[in-house]
């Protein structure tokens, strides 16, 4: 028996697991374990330690610093739980030897439940009326008559005054103890996770508030084939006090009796109940006592913990998607350094113009009045004619909320009469452009500036740079994801901080033109940082090289160790600064460069200045080959951009709500959310359009972002329009035909089908084109 408590958790238990999880060696964890102790962030490890890590990347970098922080927190539990354990003097070699063989939080707790203290119960009131003798005896005496038995055990004192009250102590007893038993529990819980079904029912009396749900009225599915969107959706309807959700089996196994999951309890634990009426006393009393253990001990707390589980893995998933679409998005192609025309539409209240130059200064506003009431459509063309004159406007940037369409008619109309100005209209997404104006952010940029007339400066410098933009606004505004507000906020809030800082580093920050918001995404920097460079960049001037970083208040060794290699300055004194060579390299390329018997600026840049020379001759004890490869590519290619090139779609003219939509139509739009379930595409028409995930390909879709990501330009055809619930199907099979589907049909893949029109592909309509209606019904934005 153990007598003494540990101190510490064991580190090197951690890496081991890591390493196995990573498929990696220990000693590459080690080293990035220590890495991230020291301060290091992840985009800089991927950079330029690839020597200390072995070269992992940034994904695997990602996910070992997450399971890190589990890894501890399981560690920080068991060593806790092993302490309470040996103060209680009840730790046993073989109860160690469990604990530390736990590999999850709940293998863990459930270890740790005889010994947790619980507050009174009803097993621990009888146990103090003497009955877990009684208990002992019924399980131990095969041919007892438990009835007979507990008549030696009555106790008026503890109100057991008959053997009825007696045998009900000792159900209660026994039913605590197997609910505690470890191994029952994970046996239980793999049984239910692979046979289980979660069932959803209407609340009596909800179904017209919760019209929104009726998919879900009476619905039933295998907890191992519930996507998390669906898994979102049926708990948001409990949340909102319309659905009922509980855990069986099948059907048929739950109609059985005895069920199946009393029998299996008895089975596991050999107690031999019997059922029906030949059962014999003891056989009775024992089935009694596993239906007991299910329905009140067992059932309840895996309906939580399994409906928890559920919820938590559904969690995860949409917070990886909207992760994903969020990438997607920041590393949208930019329009780059052009003089914009920014239209924030409306009707009522005016368009809201504003002018920007390359530099995204800017540097003039505007409200025009072109619809109801005042209709000024020619003094609005006259204002936007002068304001891309004035300015030397080539883009101009309109928001695709209410009125787009409107204004971009507008617009081409306008363009028409300026054939050779060389001016180009694109819509742009305003999604948390509003959130932008108001935010305090935005009222320090332009304090005299109103907030109606900032949506249309961020809407005209997202187009020319949707990273820097972006980053202003709050993940969750920017629209990308699903059920974004169901799920646990500070791991969606991590989840995204950590895309922002990988986008942000991967493309690089010039830091003199750089505001103080992206700044703070630099590795290294954070936003007191930040305002100290953009104030000293004020006050003293532009950085002519990165070592007058330095001179940055609080902006320290480590921080520019961290920040100096994704900061860059463009036109200063040293070439190599408006690279990603990071200056403790510098070095390095004064090698290079007297090997080749010239300077820095008249190889930089050059495709074939390296040509013949091998990057294993420039490595040394600090920087090894793949440091000395990332230098040759930086040297050829300065400070490249890994977004793509920019490109627009085009909406068709005559497209403009959703009443004109015909099915059959082909229609060019973008991405604007990817779904586990399919695509969002903006085709123009105020209302994005679904393509079913089974609509993405001819090919077989495991995964949506497969095929398309947000910011992406596509092809579609129209399938089924459905006006007044404002929802479209769209295919990107072009060749598909569409057909009238029954009413109420319902699909292999589970959903029923209200109405629309399916693909006469029989593999397409197995998946689930007749999933459309259902998956509109599931997303929630």
Request: hydrophobic content about 40%; proline content about 4%; overall charge negative.
């Given at each position: 028996m153990m007598e003494t408590t540990l101190e510490t958790i064991d580190e090197n238990r951690i890496i081991e697991q890591l390493a196995t999880e990573l498929n990696v060696r220990p000693q590459?964890?080690?080293?990035?374990?220590?890495?991230?102790?020291?301060?290091?962030?992840?985009?800089?490890?991927?950079?330029?330690?690839?020597?200390?890590?072995?070269?992992?990347?940034?994904?695997?970098l990602r996910h070992l610093e997450v399971r890190l922080v589990y890894l501890r927190e399981l560690e920080a539990r068991r060593l806790a739980i092993i302490n309470s354990i040996v103060e209680q003097g009840k730790m046993t070699d073989e109860l160690m030897a469990q604990i530390q063989a736990a590999d999850s939080k709940q293998r863990l707790e459930d270890l740790y439940a005889p010994y947790k203290p619980k507050r009174r119960t009803r097993a621990q009131i009888a146990k103090e009326a003497g009955l877990e003798p009684?208990?002992?005896?019924?399980?131990?005496?095969?041919?007892?008559d438990p009835l007979v038995l507990a008549a030696n055990y009555l106790n008026p004192e503890h109100k057991i005054e008959d053997a009825k009250t007696a045998l009900d102590g000792a159900r209660d007893i026994l039913a605590e103890?197997?609910?505690?038993?470890?191994?029952l529990l994970a046996d239980m819980r793999d049984y239910l996770q692979k046979s289980g079904y979660l069932y959803s029912k209407v609340i009596e009396g909800k179904?017209?508030?919760?019209?929104?749900?009726?998919d879900w009225f009476d619905f039933s599915e295998t907890i191992r084939t519930?996507?998390?969107?669906?898994?979102?959706?049926?708990?948001?309807?409990?949340?909102?006090?319309?659905?009922?959700?509980?855990?069986?089996?099948?059907?048929?196994?739950d109609a059985l009796t005895p069920h199946p999951c009393i029998e299996r309890i008895s089975n596991f634990l050999e107690l031999k109940a019997e059922y029906g009426v030949e059962a014999s006393p003891r056989g009775k009393w024992l089935g009694e006592l596993s239906r007991w253990t299910w329905r009140v001990k067992l059932l309840p707390s895996f309906e939580t913990e399994i409906i928890t589980q559920l919820r938590e893995k559904a969690e995860e998933e949409a917070i990886s998607v909207f992760a994903a679409n969020l990438k997607d998005l920041l590393l949208a192609a930019p329009a780059g350094p052009k003089a914009v025309l920014g239209l924030d539409p409306g009707i009522r209240t005016g368009v809201k113009v504003a002018a920007i130059d390359a530099t995204g200064k800017l540097l003039e506003t505007a409200t025009i009045y072109p619809f109801e009431p005042r209709r000024d459509v020619a003094g609005s063309i006259n204002t936007l004619l002068a304001l891309i004159a004035k300015h030397q406007i080539e883009l101009i940037a309109i928001g695709n909320g209410t009125a787009s369409r409107e204004t971009e008619k507008l617009v081409g109309d306008l363009l028409k009469?300026?054939?050779?100005?060389g001016v180009k209209k694109i819509v742009v997404s305003e999604a948390g452009a509003s959130v932008y104006s108001a935010s305090e952010l935005a009222a320090k940029e332009f304090p005299e500036l109103d907030v109606s007339l900032r949506g249309a400066v961020s809407i005209a410098r997202r187009l020319q740079d949707p990273l820097a933009e972006l980053v202003k606004i709050e993940p969750k505004a920017i629209g990308v994801g699903q059920y974004q507000h169901d799920v646990n906020q500070r791991e969606l809030a991590r989840s995204l901080d950590a895309v922002i800082e990988d986008c942000v580093n991967a493309v690089g920050v010039d830091v003199n033109t750089a505001s103080a918001a992206l700044l703070s995404r630099v590795s290294g920097l954070n936003q007191s940082l930040a305002q100290n460079i953009v104030n000293h960049r004020d006050l003293h001037g532009r950085f002519n090289n990165r070592k007058a970083l330095m001179d940055v208040s609080r902006f320290g060794a480590k921080a520019f160790e961290q920040a100096a290699g994704f900061l860059r300055i463009n036109g200063g004194d040293n070439p190599l600064d408006s690279s990603a060579v990071h200056p403790e390299a510098y070095p390095v390329v004064e090698r290079i460069?007297?090997?080749?018997?010239?300077?820095?600026?008249?190889?930089?840049?050059?495709?074939?200045?390296?040509?013949?020379?091998?990057?294993?001759?420039?490595?040394?004890?600090?920087f090894g080959i793949p440091t000395v490869r990332d230098i040759f590519s930086e040297i050829e290619k300065p400070g490249r951009d890994p977004r793509p090139e920019f490109k627009t779609?085009?909406?068709?003219?005559?497209?403009?709500?959703?009443?004109?939509?015909?099915?059959?139509?082909?229609?060019?739009?973008?991405?604007?959310?990817?779904?586990?379930?399919?695509?969002?595409?903006d085709i123009g028409v105020h209302q994005d359009g679904l393509v079913h995930i089974s609509a993405l390909s001819d090919t077989f879709v495991k995964d949506p972002r497969d095929v398309v990501r947000v910011g992406q330009t596509v092809k579609v055809k129209v399938q089924e329009v459905d006006a007044p619930r404002k929802r479209i199907g769209l295919t990107m099979r072009l060749n598909d035909e569409s057909i009238p589907v029954k009413r109420g049909e319902v699909r292999r893949d589970g959903s029923s089908r209200h109405d629309g029109r399916i693909r006469r592909d029989a593999n397409a309509s197995s998946q689930g084109m007749g999933a459309m209606a259902a998956a509109f019904a599931k997303l929630k934005r």
């Open positions: 590459q964890v080690a080293a990035t374990v220590e890495l991230l102790n020291d301060g290091a962030t992840v985009p800089f490890i991927a950079r330029y330690r690839k020597e200390v890590t072995g070269g992992l990347d940034d994904t695997v009684l208990a002992d005896e019924i399980l131990n005496t095969p041919e007892c103890r197997f609910s505690e038993n470890a191994d179904e017209q508030e919760g019209d929104n749900f009726r519930l996507p998390s969107h669906r898994i979102l959706a049926l708990l948001r309807g409990r949340t909102q006090g319309v659905l009922d959700l509980r855990i069986g089996l099948d059907p048929e196994q009469s300026i054939p050779d100005a460069v007297s090997k080749l018997q010239q300077d820095v600026k008249s190889i930089i840049g050059q495709k074939d200045a390296l040509k013949g020379l091998s990057p294993a001759d420039f490595t040394d004890e600090k779609a085009t909406f068709k003219e005559g497209v403009e709500t959703i009443d004109d939509l015909v099915v059959g139509m082909i229609l060019e739009g973008v991405v604007t959310n990817v779904a586990n379930f399919g695509a969002f595409v």
